[in-house]
């Protein structure tokens, strides 16, 4: 590989590393569910996920393929804990005011 190939992995992956560890307390916050109203706990779940997917990028970027695809999976705890605040959930009485039904 490249000099630059490699720092672009570096900070690719750097900050992927980054936006995923602080991502997380907002994971770990939904978990617990603390700071229910706050929309911050959202922003850092999106944060844990941008994260994950940077170095997804990163590690198919450099034909890291096979470490990449187990990382995918680091996904899932975001989408659980999206569900856990509730953040997916239709809001009937919203809908059924815009449409009339």
Partial sequence: MSDVTD???AFVSGGGLLAL???AFGVLD???K???GERRVDWLIGLYALGVVA???AYVMVDRWYIAAPLALMLWPAERALDK???FKRRTAKVNAVTGR
């Fill in 55 to 57: 170095n997804i990028v």
């Fill in 21 to 23: 560890s602080i991502g």
């Fill in 7 to 9: 720092l672009i992995f």
């Fill in 85 to 87: 605040r509730g953040t």
């Fill in 30 to 32: 939904a978990y617990n």
């Fill in 34 to 36: 603390r700071g229910l």
